[in-house]
């Protein structure tokens, strides 16, 4: 599956960004989702992920209660809708698809544990 993704920008803190990944390829709908994050000279985190059906959701607490992840398997599209933005979340944000047909979740939170990589869309958010 290729993934693309869009929607970074810079933003001040306090505000609202919404990204979007646009997936082709493989069935959608046969894999969990997600987003992660890497910050200049830090390693990739965990953000937020989605299962297949969309009817789970997880996230890291950095960002629990201001981020939600959603998909519309009818648009190949996942989306992270990020509100109170602040300057720590200033980041690359990559989306991730895991290969998993049999629609299990497996709650993936590793960078490991996902097959594909979309290329990373800049969010700056500043004082």
């Known amino acids: 599956v290729q993934l693309q993704a869009s929607g970074g920008g810079l933003v001040q803190a306090g505000g609202s960004l919404r990204l979007s990944c646009a997936a082709s390829g493989r069935a959608f709908t046969s894999h969990a989702m997600a987003w992660f994050r890497q910050a200049p000279g830090k390693e990739r985190e965990f953000v937020a992920a989605?299962?297949?059906?969309?009817?789970?959701?997880t996230y890291a607490d950095s960002v629990k209660g201001r981020f939600t992840i959603s998909r519309d398997n009818a648009k190949n599209t996942v989306y992270l809708q990020m509100n109170s933005l602040k300057p720590e979340d200033t980041a690359a944000y990559y989306c991730a698809a895991d290969f998993k047909p049999d629609g299990t979740w497996y709650n993936a939170r590793m960078v490991y544990e996902y097959d594909y990589w979309g290329q990373g869309t800049l969010v700056t958010v500043s004082s």
């Open positions: 989605i299962s297949q059906s969309g009817g789970r959701t």
